[in-house]
C-alpha cells in the first residue's frame, strides 16, 4: 500500500503523535449531559472541514484555518523558514439543529434524536452539503454564507423606538421633527403603544417607505434541501456517498436502499437479508459502504463476521455476493462470546479501493479485495479484556460499536477502546507499529508498551500479521480500564497524518 520508491522506509517508522486541539474539554468534576455526547466524525474530501453529530441531533462544522494564510510567494515562504507541512488547525464554524425527537404512533416507538452518521457531499457554489441521519431519517444539508439584509430610511428615530420594540437593521436615517396638520407626530411608531401623546403643530409632509439594502456582511445558514424517510423499519446504522455523486446508500439491519440525492420520495431496495421467517434470521447488516472509485461496487458486513462485495450491475437486487471475506474459526476456540465478538462493527475502504478494514470487538482486520482466504493482517486492540468477557457482557460493554480508520496512503490504521484511548497500528511492508495514546492534551501520557514484531508486506499471502496484543488489564501507570469512558468515533484526515477522535462531549485532534 505504497505510493513511491521511499514511503516503504518512511512508513516503517513509528510516529510521534503530539496534541493539536481540543474543542468542549469538560473540567475536572464536571457532569456531561447525554445530548452532548459526540456521536459521529468526518473530514469532507478535502480536509478543509469537520463534522460531528451528538446525541442531541446537532451537527457541529468546523473549518481549517492554516491554509488561509500560506497564499504569499515562495521566496518569502523561504526567507521565513515557513514549515509547509504545518498541522492542521481548525475553527469553529457554525451549527444547527439537524434532527429532533419523535415519536411513531403507528409503532408505539420513540425515535431518538442521536445523530449516527456523517457524510459529506460534494461542494457546489461555495455551498457546503452533508447528510445526516438518526435511526430513522436521512437529511441532506446544504450550510452557504448568505449576505445580510438590512432596512433602511425608517421614518422613527431610534431612540424613540427603543421602548417600542426592536427594529430591525442598525441603520435609521436621520430626518428632521416635521408634524402633520391633524397634530400627528412622523416619529411615532405606528402598531406599537406609546406613551407619547403630545401632538405639537405641523405634521409630517410624507412617508417614507423603508428601504431593503443588502450588506457586505454574511451570515452561515443552514438549509435542509431534502429528506428521505419512511424507508426503513429497522435502525439506519450506515450511510454512504457513491463516487458517481449522484447516488447514495443506507442500510439498517436487514436492508440496504439506493437513494438518488435528488429523488427523496422513491428509494431502490438493493439488498435484503431478511428471511420469510424470522425465526431463521442468524445474521444482520452491521455497516455498508460504496468502493471510493467504482460506482457498481459496495461492501457490507454481517453480524457473524463476514464481509460481502457486491456489484450492482449483476442484478437489480444483489442478494447474491460477488465475493465473501470472513476468518475461518480455529479449531477448539469457540465459546458463548465468540459469535458476539467476531461481530464487524465498521467497515471502511482504504483510499485505494484496493483494501478493507474492519473492526470486530477485539481486532481490526485489513482484508485485500483480490484475496478472499483469510484477512493479510490482523491487529489485536485489546486483547487484554478477553479474560473479562464476562464482565464485559453483563455490563453491555461487549455490545460497543467502535469505528475504524485508515491514513489517506493507506500505511497505517487506527480504532478506539476503553478508558479514552485509542490505537495506531502500520501496515506497511516491514512496519511494526503499534501506538496506544489517550485522548487528553497528554497523549503518550498513558502509552502502552507492545512487544514488536516483525510485519509481512501487504502483498504476501501466505500468512497473516498479528500484532498488538498485550497481557495487562493495566495500562502503564498500574491504572485500571473505565470501561464507562470508551471511544469509540474518530476519523483521519484524507492528505496528512492528523486524527480527530471523540471522548464524550469532547473532540481532541492530534497530528505526526
Given at each position: 500500500?505504497?505510493?513511491?520508491?521511499?514511503?516503504?522506509?518512511?512508513?516503517?517508522?513509528?510516529?510521534?503523535?503530539?496534541?493539536?486541539?481540543?474543542?468542549?474539554?469538560?473540567?475536572?468534576?464536571?457532569?456531561?449531559?447525554?445530548?452532548?455526547?459526540?456521536?459521529?466524525?468526518?473530514?469532507?474530501?478535502?480536509?478543509?472541514?469537520?463534522?460531528?453529530?451528538?446525541?442531541?441531533?446537532?451537527?457541529?462544522?468546523?473549518?481549517?484555518?492554516?491554509?488561509?494564510?500560506n497564499g504569499g510567494q515562495r521566496r518569502d515562504l523561504e526567507m521565513m523558514d515557513y514549515s509547509m507541512s504545518r498541522h492542521p488547525e481548525f475553527r469553529y464554524k457554525t451549527e444547527f439543529q439537524s434532527h429532533e425527537p419523535e415519536f411513531d404512533y403507528l409503532k408505539?416507538?420513540?425515535?431518538?434524536?442521536?445523530?449516527?452518521?456523517?457524510?459529506?457531499?460534494?461542494?457546489?457554489?461555495?455551498?457546503?452539503?452533508?447528510?445526516?441521519?438518526?435511526?430513522?431519517?436521512?437529511?441532506?444539508?446544504?450550510?452557504?454564507?448568505?449576505?445580510?439584509?438590512?432596512?433602511?430610511?425608517?421614518?422613527?428615530?431610534?431612540?424613540?423606538?427603543?421602548?417600542?420594540?426592536?427594529?430591525?437593521?442598525?441603520?435609521?436615517?436621520?430626518?428632521?421633527?416635521?408634524?402633520?396638520?391633524?397634530?400627528?407626530?412622523?416619529?411615532?411608531?405606528?402598531?406599537?403603544?406609546?406613551?407619547?401623546?403630545?401632538?405639537?403643530?405641523?405634521?409630517?409632509?410624507?412617508?417614507?417607505?423603508?428601504?431593503?439594502?443588502?450588506?457586505?456582511?454574511?451570515?452561515?445558514?443552514?438549509?435542509?434541501?431534502?429528506?428521505?424517510?419512511?424507508?426503513?423499519?429497522?435502525?439506519?446504522?450506515?450511510?454512504?456517498?457513491?463516487?458517481?455523486?449522484?447516488?447514495?446508500?443506507?442500510?439498517?439491519?436487514?436492508?440496504?436502499?439506493?437513494?438518488?440525492?435528488?429523488?427523496?420520495?422513491?428509494?431502490?431496495?438493493?439488498?435484503?437479508?431478511?428471511?420469510?421467517?424470522?425465526?431463521?434470521?442468524?445474521?444482520?447488516?452491521?455497516?455498508?459502504?460504496?468502493?471510493?472509485?467504482?460506482?457498481?461496487?459496495?461492501?457490507?458486513?454481517?453480524?457473524?463476521?463476514?464481509?460481502?462485495?457486491?456489484?450492482?450491475?449483476?442484478?437489480?437486487?444483489?442478494?447474491?455476493?460477488?465475493?465473501?471475506?470472513?476468518?475461518?474459526?480455529?479449531?477448539?476456540?469457540?465459546?458463548?462470546?465468540?459469535?458476539?465478538i467476531a461481530s464487524i462493527s465498521d467497515i471502511k475502504f482504504a483510499r485505494n479501493g484496493r483494501h478493507i478494514l474492519s473492526r470486530d470487538y477485539m481486532t481490526l482486520k485489513l482484508w485485500d479485495i483480490n484475496m478472499d482466504s483469510g484477512p493479510v493482517a490482523t491487529?489485536?486492540?485489546?486483547?487484554?479484556?478477553?479474560?473479562?468477557?464476562?464482565?464485559?457482557?453483563?455490563?453491555?460493554?461487549?455490545?460497543?460499536?467502535?469505528?475504524?480508520?485508515?491514513?489517506?496512503?493507506?500505511?497505517?490504521?487506527?480504532?478506539?477502546?476503553?478508558?479514552?484511548?485509542?490505537?495506531?497500528?502500520?501496515?506497511?511492508?516491514?512496519?511494526?507499529?503499534?501506538?496506544?495514546?489517550?485522548?487528553?492534551?497528554?497523549?503518550?501520557?498513558?502509552?502502552?508498551?507492545?512487544?514488536?514484531?516483525?510485519?509481512?508486506?501487504?502483498?504476501?499471502?501466505?500468512?497473516?500479521?498479528?500484532?498488538?496484543?498485550?497481557?495487562?488489564?493495566?495500562?502503564?501507570?498500574?491504572?485500571?480500564?473505565?470501561?464507562?469512558?470508551?471511544?469509540?468515533?474518530?476519523?483521519?484526515?484524507?492528505?496528512?497524518?492528523?486524527?480527530?477522535?471523540?471522548?464524550?462531549?469532547?473532540?481532541?485532534?492530534?497530528?505526526?
Amino acid at each position: 500500500m505504497d505510493n513511491g520508491g521511499g514511503s516503504s522506509e518512511a512508513a516503517a517508522q513509528p510516529l510521534e503523535w503530539k496534541f493539536s486541539q481540543v474543542f468542549g474539554e469538560r473540567t475536572a468534576g464536571e457532569e456531561v449531559q447525554e445530548v452532548d455526547i459526540i456521536s459521529a466524525i468526518e473530514f469532507d474530501k478535502s480536509g478543509d472541514h469537520l463534522a460531528t453529530g451528538d446525541r442531541g441531533g446537532r451537527v457541529v462544522l468546523f473549518e481549517r484555518t492554516d491554509t488561509r494564510d500560506n497564499g504569499g510567494q515562495r521566496r518569502d515562504l523561504e526567507m521565513m523558514d515557513y514549515s509547509m507541512s504545518r498541522h492542521p488547525e481548525f475553527r469553529y464554524k457554525t451549527e444547527f439543529q439537524s434532527h429532533e425527537p419523535e415519536f411513531d404512533y403507528l409503532k408505539s416507538l420513540e425515535i431518538e434524536e442521536k445523530i449516527n452518521k456523517i457524510r459529506w457531499c460534494q461542494s457546489a457554489n461555495s455551498a457546503l452539503y452533508l447528510l445526516s441521519t438518526n435511526d430513522k431519517t436521512i437529511k441532506l444539508w446544504k450550510v452557504q454564507e448568505k449576505k445580510v439584509k438590512k432596512v433602511f430610511d425608517w421614518n422613527v428615530h431610534p431612540e424613540k423606538a427603543a421602548g417600542n420594540g426592536p427594529i430591525f437593521g442598525s441603520h435609521v436615517s436621520a430626518i428632521p421633527k416635521s408634524y402633520m396638520a391633524n397634530g400627528g407626530c412622523g416619529e411615532r411608531n405606528f402598531g406599537c403603544a406609546s406613551n407619547d401623546s403630545s401632538f405639537p403643530p405641523g405634521g409630517v409632509s410624507s412617508l417614507r417607505l423603508p428601504v431593503v439594502v443588502t450588506s457586505q456582511e454574511t451570515n452561515l445558514v443552514a438549509g435542509c434541501r431534502r429528506i428521505y424517510a419512511h424507508a426503513h423499519d429497522y435502525h439506519i446504522n450506515s450511510i454512504s456517498n457513491n463516487s458517481d455523486g449522484e447516488t447514495f446508500i443506507s442500510a439498517d439491519d436487514l436492508r440496504i436502499n439506493l437513494w438518488n440525492l435528488e429523488i427523496s420520495n422513491q428509494s431502490f431496495n438493493i439488498v435484503d437479508v431478511k428471511p420469510a421467517n424470522m425465526e431463521d434470521l442468524t445474521e444482520v447488516i452491521t455497516s455498508a459502504e460504496f468502493h471510493p472509485t467504482h460506482c457498481n461496487m459496495l461492501a457490507y458486513s454481517s453480524s457473524k463476521g463476514s464481509i460481502r462485495l457486491i456489484d450492482m450491475r449483476q442484478s437489480a437486487l444483489c442478494d447474491t455476493h460477488s465475493k465473501l471475506f470472513e476468518e475461518q474459526e480455529a479449531p477448539g476456540t469457540r465459546s458463548f462470546f465468540t459469535e458476539i465478538i467476531a461481530s464487524i462493527s465498521d467497515i471502511k475502504f482504504a483510499r485505494n479501493g484496493r483494501h478493507i478494514l474492519s473492526r470486530d470487538y477485539m481486532t481490526l482486520k485489513l482484508w485485500d479485495i483480490n484475496m478472499d482466504s483469510g484477512p493479510v493482517a490482523t491487529f489485536q486492540v485489546h486483547e487484554h479484556l478477553r479474560p473479562k468477557l464476562c464482565d464485559l457482557y453483563e455490563n453491555d460493554s461487549i455490545f460497543d460499536k467502535f469505528e475504524c480508520c485508515l491514513s489517506g496512503d493507506g500505511g497505517r490504521v487506527a480504532t478506539g477502546s476503553y478508558s479514552n484511548l485509542f490505537r495506531v497500528f502500520g501496515c506497511s511492508e516491514g512496519s511494526a507499529e503499534s501506538t496506544t495514546l489517550e485522548a487528553s492534551k497528554n497523549p503518550m501520557r498513558r502509552q502502552v508498551q507492545t512487544p514488536s514484531r516483525p510485519s509481512r508486506p501487504l502483498g504476501s499471502l501466505s500468512g497473516v500479521v498479528r500484532r498488538g496484543a498485550d497481557n495487562s488489564a493495566l495500562d502503564a501507570n498500574g491504572n485500571a480500564f473505565d470501561f464507562s469512558m470508551k471511544l469509540l468515533h474518530l476519523a483521519w484526515h484524507p492528505s496528512e497524518n492528523s486524527i480527530a477522535c471523540a471522548a464524550s462531549n469532547s473532540l481532541y485532534m492530534y497530528y505526526a
